[in-house]
């Protein structure tokens, strides 16, 4: 009975909390500090002024949550703009005859984790594509914090007309591999069932330690007990070639991203789960003859460091940029 009246309380406090609680950031360390103290936290950008903190997802019938239309606020110290289709960046305008136009899908690592806007990766490369081809070449952010393969493919249905991409970008992983006791398959986008849980790190967020992904618990990338990927690999190939066939329907070329994480950096390399889905790109982008952008390989041939990541799976802003440049050239080539 005690524990149903606090329920019953926190359910009253939540209706006036607001929307998302403060998260602390990692505190920069040493480059074998793992997972919280990577040494590209150093380079993050200090809080902007005059802007509220973190983006409240709304939400969404197809996608479970989006991105708040017609919002500007920060997100992990970085000023965040979102336009009128939900997606992260400027207003989506007609693209030009002449006109290149990357469109590229993922969660929060495509989205920008702590990386300003002209600094994500599909911008790099399109200004480096611009220059290079001496025509226009722009980049919209698909991404989302979150989002699986099945959420990107509702996303280009969603929006993919209006964007009107000559090139979408594939690089969804880390959301679907990603250890929960609810795989979307059996519905997803749930909250914590008990109000009380959360209030309770809603109102204790700023001192509790920084959020990690599931599947990061004892081995980086090793399932953890009891629980199952958001998406499995069936599942994954399936919506990996619905994306493909897509994008086609749409008129534009899919390109194929595997993205990097610090993992990639140790001698011993990838655990299985992290290679099994990425196997299913690598055999994506060979079953349609796409363009593949292969993250691990670039960063190990530039000689990428932590320093090139914010923690366990986002690339910091120079990590952006090694990824745009891979980008640029796989296009360029």
């Known amino acids: 009975m005690g524990l149903g009246a606090l329920e019953f309380a926190a359910r009253g406090v939540e209706v006036g909390m607001p929307a998302m609680p403060l998260r602390p950031l990692p505190a920069p360390g040493a480059a ?25 997802m709304v939400p969404h019938g197809r996608r479970a949550w989006a991105l708040p239309a017609n919002t500007e606020m920060v997100e992990t110290n970085v000023a965040v703009r979102v336009n009128a289709l ?17 469109l590229t899908l993922g969660d929060s690592s495509v989205f920008g ?51 009107d991409p000559t090139h979408v970008v594939i690089a969804t992983l880390w959301s679907d591999l990603f250890q929960t006791d609810t795989p ?8 914590h069932p008990l109000a009380l849980y959360r209030v309770g790190t ?28 958001r998406v499995g690999l069936e599942r994954y190939q399936e919506t990996l ?56 390989t670039y960063f190990l041939q530039k000689g990428a460091t932590n320093a ?9 802003t120079s990590g952006h940029g090694l990824l745009g440049s891979a980008l640029y050239g796989a296009l360029s080539d």
């Open 32 to 56: 074998d500090c793992m997972p919280d103290c990577m040494p590209g936290v150093a380079a993050m950008p200090e809080q902007p002024v005059g802007l509220p903190r973190g983006i409240p």
């Open 86 to 102: 939900a997606l992260r960046g400027p207003p989506i305008v007609p693209r030009a005859a002449d006109e290149l136009r990357l």
């Open 113 to 163: 984790f702590g990386v300003a806007e002209a600094e994500v990766f599909g911008q790099v490369a399109a200004r480096g594509l611009a220059a290079r081809l001496g025509r226009p070449v722009s980049a919209v952010n698909g991404g989302t914090p979150g989002y699986t393969s099945v959420q990107a493919l509702d996303t280009l249905m969603d929006v993919g007309r209006l964007v």
């Open 184 to 191: 979307l398959e059996r519905g997803g986008g749930q909250r």
């Open 202 to 229: 809603r109102l204790l967020g700023r001192w509790l330690p920084a959020t990690k992904v599931g599947w990061t618990e004892g081995d980086v990338g090793a399932p953890g007990t009891g629980r199952s990927a």
């Open 241 to 296: 070639d619905r994306l493909v066939a897509q994008a086609r329907i749409l008129g534009a070329e899919p390109v194929v991203m595997i993205l990097p994480a610090p993992i990639d950096l140790d001698d011993s390399g990838p655990p299985p789960l992290i290679s099994l889905y990425r196997a299913e790109l690598e055999a994506l982008a060979v079953r349609h003859d796409l363009v593949l952008v292969n993250g691990p």
């Open 308 to 316: 090139d990541f914010y923690d366990q799976v986002h690339p910091s």
